[in-house]
């Protein structure tokens, strides 16, 4: 089986030649090219280079137009810090608690700021790709994109002081992300990962999750479904707890889970025709043996052979300075064929 036929099986719940493994690795393909973490989140075609380059190396099943969390508050006028080795950080936010919305259009994915970068990302890897592994784009959620627009503490205190101001910082972020998404998916991508941090209960409340942020989820999953996309991926990183009930009804076809999240928790949700993603832990990747990745990898492909719809992953990003040797051990375990040997040879 190609890569992307073994996960639209399992998106099917079907049968697989063996289990998809997706590492979330975006600064650490640069970091493997020997170029600067500055050069591939500035540059759509270092970008491409450096995944398809790390996609030989290490034989998992996805592609990543990903460069850092700030693209859209960027091309909306934010200032960033730039630096070599680490990605860039927000200086200045665009909105502040007092912003006017009706002075701010939905940036043009074509000409605003990096967002062209992504879409010539993309382009490069579908046409180097074709139709063998998923090309997946990137955009924030709506709760995080305000967080990012406004910033954290601002964006929280608006949520409180004027719930009707928020709300409307919401539907924009959330049209943002359609107009973005839908772009990426024209420029190649089958699928854009909706990566929404900020919507964990490590940040708001279930009952937020439930009224605010879900009915946006649900819009930009289905404009996607409208522009062509193949599925539909949530990531909400950190502890879910009560939204993990919710999961089937975001709309989302993968929903990421962090190594937060017992995995026996996502299985007691296992009535919902949703393909799960996770869980190993991010820092594990820099500081673990491949022993250590190897195993828990095993169990977790234990744990959902019965059940299907599991992608082996990470529970977020892997590090830029992950050992490449763990990587190469979540990627065997995914194999059917005995995994000690096989870490040995990438």
């Excluded at 600064?27 to 090219?33: E, L, P, S």
């Excluded at 020997?34 to 591939?40: M, S, V």
């Excluded at 579908?126 to 959620?141: H, I, K």
């Amino acid at each position: 089986m190609k890569s992307l036929e073994r996960i639209q099986a399992t998106l099917r719940f079907e049968h697989a030649d063996r289990l998809p493994v997706i590492a979330q690795v975006f600064g650490h393909t640069a970091v493997m090219a020997g170029k600067t973490i500055r050069d591939y989140v500035t540059s759509g075609s270092e970008l491409a280079d450096c995944q398809i380059r790390a996609l030989q190396r290490y034989g998992y099943d996805a592609v990543f137009a990903v460069m850092d969390v700030n693209i859209e508050t960027e091309a909306m006028g934010s200032r960033l810090v730039y630096r070599s080795h680490d990605y860039p950080y927000v200086l200045e936010h665009v909105f502040s608690k007092t912003a006017n919305l009706d002075a701010f259009s939905i940036p043009d994915p074509s000409s605003a700021g990096r967002m062209p970068e992504i879409l010539e990302a993309l382009r490069i890897m579908r046409r180097e790709t074709g139709d063998e592994v998923l090309v997946v784009g990137c955009v924030l959620g709506p709760m995080t994109l305000a967080t990012q627009l406004a910033g954290m503490e601002e964006a929280l205190y608006l949520e409180i002081d004027d719930p009707a101001s928020f709300e409307r910082l919401l539907d924009f972020s959330a049209r943002v992300a359609v107009g973005f998404g839908a772009a990426q998916v024209e420029a190649g991508a089958h699928t854009v990962l909706v990566f929404d941090p900020s919507a964990s209960m490590a940040v708001i409340p279930a009952s937020f999750f439930r009224e605010f942020e879900l009915p946006r989820l649900n819009k930009i999953f289905k404009a996607f479904q409208a522009a062509g996309a193949s599925a539909g991926w949530l990531h909400i990183a950190g502890p879910l707890g009560p939204v993990l009930a919710l999961s089937g009804q975001t709309g989302a076809d993968i929903f990421n889970f962090d190594y937060c999240v017992d995995p026996n928790d996502v299985l007691a949700q296992s009535g919902a025709r949703l393909c799960f993603n996770g869980n190993i832990k991010s820092l594990d990747f820099e500081t673990a043996q491949p022993e250590d990745i190897l195993k828990e990898s095993v169990r977790l492909r234990g744990l959902f052979s019965s059940r299907g719809g599991f992608i082996l992953s990470s529970g977020c990003e892997i590090p830029p300075g992950s050992k490449p040797e763990n990587i190469a051990a979540l990627v065997s375990a995914g194999r059917e064929s005995t995994a000690e040997t096989q870490i040995t040879k990438i």
